[in-house]
């Protein structure tokens, strides 16, 4: 059994490459990154190292990689001749990847399986956008090529920082992982990937990962680089931090039982645990990595406006929420191009145009002077 993955970054590396290998896949990464490239083509293994309670090294082999920037030729032929492909790359770049999958699609042979395409990025429906951008890509090639595929949406946990220079190619990672893939696009041969959890109905988990681990990281991140903290356990141990998470927590919990029937006592549990995980001094993650690209994070559908937006439709609380997304506004970081777009918008927009097109509410949306007025706040602060 082969897998291609894109992104042999962070998570691809210590999360889907890993449980690919125990599945028993051949294993191919695709990168654009020719250092990470000659890097893991320099190793036969490499390892992934679990820090905090719990954990414990695996060793992974059988992978090669190949640069799709040099060879994509190489990858198109592995894409023709796997049984799964795999994303990590990030939301925004998916309409890169598009191409290569579907010159794949369109090399395979027309007998063989479905191939099983699962894009693992923190975002909704992520498979479901990789496959609109390969519809795009293939034209009036589509309806040939589509039936040589089957496209899953997914929702992938494990915190999984930066790493540190000099680490070579092995990870480190924190013990706790959590990999929900919809089974139906599957029918009787889903992927054989152990540990994943297979589901008639993604949306609320992806919904409870996207609106509780990353909204409760995204604001711990943005309070925290406000205080002057790096360190994403550092900012928790601020009582005033936790409390601010705490309460965006609160106001998401209350939608996702809501709006998906969720037990609140369960609901809690799942809270305290990723707080737990967030605390985990042994992880060295910073609010950098963890408050990156704020544009994306303050869009539609993202962390912040996808649920204030349902809750506010809803009558339920979002006064925290709008806090963090004031905090979002003051995050400076000159090596992320979001983050110095953002500062720059935000000194030059009318307050109206930047809450329309960061947010992309409708003017006539409950939440959109909400948030207007926190623009507006920020902007006053910068005059
Ligand atoms: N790190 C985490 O804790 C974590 C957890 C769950 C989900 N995710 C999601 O996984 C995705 C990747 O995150 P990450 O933390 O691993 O980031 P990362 O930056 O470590 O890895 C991304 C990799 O993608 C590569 N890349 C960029 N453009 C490419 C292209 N056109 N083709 C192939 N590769 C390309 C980069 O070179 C990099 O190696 C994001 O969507 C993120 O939200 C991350
Ligand atoms: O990857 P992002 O930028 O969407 O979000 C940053 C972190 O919150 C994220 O990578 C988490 O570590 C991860 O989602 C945990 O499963």
């Known amino acids: 059994m082969r897998a291609v993955h894109f992104g ?27 250092t990470l490239v000659d890097a893991i083509n320099g190793v036969k293994q490499y390892t992934v190292h679990e820090v905090g309670d719990g954990g414990t090294d695996t ?9 799709s920037a040099e060879h994509p030729d190489q990858v198109i032929e592995a894409v023709a001749g796997a049984h799964v492909v795999t994303t990590a790359v990030g939301p925004t770049i998916l309409k890169f990847v598009a191409p290569l999958i579907v ?27 990789l496959r609109e951008d390969m519809k795009t890509v293939a034209g009036n090639t589509w309806d040939a090529l589509e039936g040589r595929a089957v496209f899953a949406n997914a929702a992938v946990d494990r915190i999984v920082p930066a790493q540190p220079e ?62 002057g903290v790096e360190k994403i356990s550092d900012a928790l141990a ?41 605390r985990n001094a042994a992880l ?10 704020p544009l994306r994070k303050l869009s539609r559908h993202e962390r912040f406006v996808g649920p204030a937006a349902e809750a506010a439709d809803r009558g339920l609380g979002v006064d925290a929420l709008l806090g963090a997304m004031g905090a979002a506004l003051v995050f400076d970081d000159a ?36 948030v207007q007025d926190i623009v507006e706040a920020r902007q006053a602060e910068l005059a």
């Open 8 to 34: 042999a970054g962070n998570i691809g590396r210590g999360f889907v490459g890993l449980l690919l290998h125990e599945g028993g896949y051949e294993l191919t990464f695709s990168d654009v990154s020719s």
């Open 59 to 67: 060793v992974v082999t059988g992978f090669r990689a190949i640069n």
């Open 103 to 129: 010159s794949g699609l369109a090399l395979r042979d027309p007998s063989s399986p479905p191939l099983q395409i699962m894009a693992c990025e923190n975002a909704i429906n992520a498979t479901d956008l």
């Open 166 to 227: 000099g680490a070579g190619v092995d990870v480190t990672v924190e013990p706790f992982f959590e990999w929900a893939i919809e089974r139906p696009p599957f029918g009787d041969v889903p992927p054989n990937i152990p540990g994943a959890h297979f589901v008639d109905d993604l949306a609320p988990y992806i919904e409870r990962k996207l609106f509780t681990v990353n909204t409760g990281h995204a604001t711990t991140a943005y309070f925290g680089a406000q205080a």
């Open 238 to 278: 601020d009582p005033a931090i936790a409390a601010k998470v705490d309460a965006v927590l609160e106001e998401t919990s209350a939608l996702l039982v809501d709006k998906h029937g969720l037990d609140p006592q369960t609901q809690a549990e799942y809270r305290a645990t990723i707080l737990r995980r967030f």
């Open 284 to 293: 060295p993650d910073t609010v950098w990595r963890v408050g990156r690209q």
């Open 335 to 370: 090596e992320d191009p979001q983050a110095v777009e953002l500062q720059r918008r935000i000194r030059e927009e009318d307050a109206a145009d930047f809450t329309g097109s960061v947010t992309g509410l409708d003017p006539a949306h409950p939440l959109f002077a909400r």
